[in-house]
């Protein structure tokens, strides 16, 4: 008897569309759970090579909370590349100009710094009210506990 394991091709993939409610939410706890949607974890036909995530409409980002002092000792930091080039962005500040910049930038610290972690972080659609252009996709409403269950 002979076993063999059947890969999924890129042509056989089916994306779904998720609405999540970042209300009341964590921001490292929503990342995580929206990460492994964005990279497909979440279906039993993951595979490493290939970019078999769902797409994740956020609303509410505006209504996201940290634990702790985190709120007053995080900083968002980049370097430009030149000498003194190095750029500090309070959290406060940051989610102050632009709510979906924290959620957008904790999501995409955790996904692979690869092609395929460019083209999952491109599937995810924020937005800072409860309001969204995406109807017309039908999005399933996910709760963030559904996928650590694996009710996705």
């Not at 937005?127 to 399933?140: C, F, L, N, R």
């Amino acid at each position: 008897m002979k076993f063999t394991t059947t890969l999924m091709r890129q042509k056989e993939l089916k994306r779904e569309w998720y609405l999540i409610d970042a209300s009341n939410a964590t921001v490292g706890r929503l990342a995580t759970r929206v990460a492994t949607v964005l990279m497909g974890k979440h279906k039993p036909t993951y595979v490493t090579y290939l970019d078999c995530g769902d797409n994740v409409i956020i609303v509410n980002c505006s209504k996201v909370r940290l634990t702790g002092d985190k709120a007053q000792t995080r900083v968002y930091k980049r370097y430009s590349g030149y000498m003194s080039g190095e750029k500090e962005l309070p959290y406060a500040r940051a989610f102050e100009r632009d709510p979906t910049f924290v959620v957008r930038e904790s999501v995409r610290r955790m996904l692979p710094k690869t092609n395929l972690g460019r083209l999952a972080i491109r599937k995810l659609k924020l937005y800072e009210g409860a309001e969204h252009p995406h109807k017309i996709q039908s999005p399933k409403v996910m709760k963030l506990t559904d996928i650590r269950k694996g009710r996705v």
